[in-house]
């Protein structure tokens, strides 16, 4: 033991050494350490990093799908708002002519009977008319008679004017088929041909629809004379004894 202790004071350059030797293992160590835990943090920041970058990337895509989904469902969503308002419309339209053909068949259907019933009471206004011509009271008991069945008939004419029925009155005018049943032709210079001379029987309308059609007279052109002449021209034709 002496002996080493003299050889470690005797040598203090190899007591460095060994000194050195001991101490620098150590100091490796803790710059390992230190290094390992740099690294460890480098990557763990790196990692957090990327895994941000993963998660940005991921809400971008998420973000951009969502939007393309809107998108769609918004055109989707417009082509049936257009396809209800064309269906809103087209029903409306066909309501509104199933409203017009049905107030029109209703009209048409009330105008029918009312012309039914109007025809059947135009022979009673006939029957009046002719009493008021034919008919001459000859004293006041006739007269009263009279008075009364006249005013009966007047009641009913004018009924029937609030009803829309007006009376024909073709005479002068022009013979129309569609208003006039020519009964009789009478031929005469006094009128131009086709002209309504006369009015044998009444005749009615109710507004633009035609209840009776007048029965009327209608003028015609007078046939050529033969003149005496010619008559005598053709007579010894017909008289000569050497025939």
Excluded: W
């Amino acid at each position: 033991m002496i002996e080493e202790q003299n050889q470690l004071e005797t040598n203090p350059e190899s007591l460095e050494k060994t000194s050195a030797l001991d101490v620098e293992p150590g100091n490796e160590t803790g710059e390992s350490e230190a290094n390992t835990s740099e690294m460890q943090a480098n990557a763990t920041t790196e990692t957090s990093a990327s895994a941000q970058t993963t998660e940005q990337l991921e809400a971008a895509q998420t973000i951009a799908t969502l939007t393309q989904e809107v998108e769609s469902l918004k055109q989707q969503l417009e082509q049936q708002t257009d396809g209800l308002k064309k269906r809103y419309i087209s029903l409306a339209a066909e309501f509104d002519n199933f409203r017009k053909r049905t107030q029109k068949e209703k009209e048409d259907l009330e105008t029918q009977v009312k012309c039914k019933t109007i025809t059947e009471l135009l022979a009673v206004v006939d029957n009046f008319e002719r009493a008021r011509v034919q008919l001459k009271p000859a004293n006041d008991g006739e007269m009263a008679i009279h008075k009364s069945y006249q005013s009966v008939y007047k009641y009913l004419v004018d009924s029937l004017k609030r009803l829309g029925v007006s009376a024909m009155r073709p005479e002068g005018q022009p013979f129309d088929p569609a208003y006039h049943e020519a009964m009789l032709r009478e031929y005469t210079d006094e009128y131009p041909e086709g002209t309504v001379i006369e009015q044998l029987v009444r005749g009615y309308t109710l507004g633009d629809q035609v209840l009776r059609h007048a029965m009327v007279k209608v003028a015609a052109p007078k046939e050529p004379s033969v003149s005496s002449q010619e008559e005598q021209s053709e007579q010894p034709q017909t008289n000569n004894p050497a025939n």
